[in-house]
């Protein structure tokens, strides 16, 4: 019915997901399991990565890639405020401080040049964002990385099937950081994935997301002689279980669809509201393409409607817009944090909101929307 909310988000979930999901409880094994290693390979491959480590969220992902870096207090790791928070939380969780570093206001993206102007002698990291599946200039990035000696982190929870220069996020990361929340594009409810081409780290992730033992609950499993685990180092419970990675299997293999939908209603957004004065929508940045996971409109400063009247406006016409990206610098849990001007970041948290853009979307849900949003300019 037209008249039915329309929302902001809703995962893509089918009879599919619901029997793979049936046949691993009814296979027994619950827990991280073959499901789970099935899941990762092909989850590493589609993003171009030589091995995936499963994990229980992007921030757990993110939590134990800045582990394997060594990072502790007395580091600080240059990152975006403009994230959700766990970016900024995960760098808190190992001891170390985050840096905000300002974005690029056309993608919302850390650029070499933001991350410069805050890095001193005792920057250990940089942990960049593909902010709503915009993929960050990777090639830029890493170059600049490379010439400073740190290590690039790059947390790419809404951005699996972006692109940069026609190969996928996540194809020559160091490490990379997933997430499968129902507000991404894959989901398994909950749940995240670590990307990277080195065995070595490879290897370090799967031992610290499973207490720090030396041999898998999979490796005992298939081993014949009694096994004598030990524990190596301290290690974290941040498993995936086969319930999960049965759906995220389907899920993967829905994606390509899933993108080519959402570039779609994209375009046709674009298209529906070019002739509405003062709005800026999200485009694809000349270095890749978005998968589209948040669709967003920066209002111009003189636009005549403020960005939270326009979002209690819609909600009053049946749309669930949210607002921009927060950035982690204006909360409670950051304040008095020491950082560096962000303009743009406080203009795009202040001034955007992300229209609803989901899988099933129809013509007329999206025209809604923008007859919600024309309404209001005109008044
Ligand atoms: C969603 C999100 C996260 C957190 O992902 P979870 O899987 O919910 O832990 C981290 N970083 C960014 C940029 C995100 O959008």
Redesign the pocket.
Known sequence: MSTDRVPVMIPWLGEEEARAASEAVLSGWVAQGPRVAAFERAFAERVGAEHGIAVS????A?HLSLVALGLGPGDEVVAPSL??I??ANAVRYVGAEPVFADVDLATGNLTAATVDAVRTPRTRAVLA?H?GGVPADVPALRAACADWDLPLVE?A??AVGSTVGGKPVGHGALLATW???P??LVTTG???MITTDDAAWAARLRRLREHGMNASAADRHASNKPFLESYLEVGFNYRMTDIQAAVGLVQLGRLDAMIARRRELAARYDALLHDIPGLTPVRDPAHGQSNFQSYWVLLDEGFPAGRDDLLAALAEAGVSARRGIMAAHLEPAYAGHPRAPLPATERITRDSLILPLFHTMTEAQQDRVVAALREQVRR
Not at 57 to 60: H, P, Y
Request: aromatic fraction near 10%.
């Open positions: 969220s992007c921030t757990t993110l994230s959700f766990a970016t964002v902010q947390d929870a809404c997430s499968f929340h507000r991404k909950e749940g995240g």
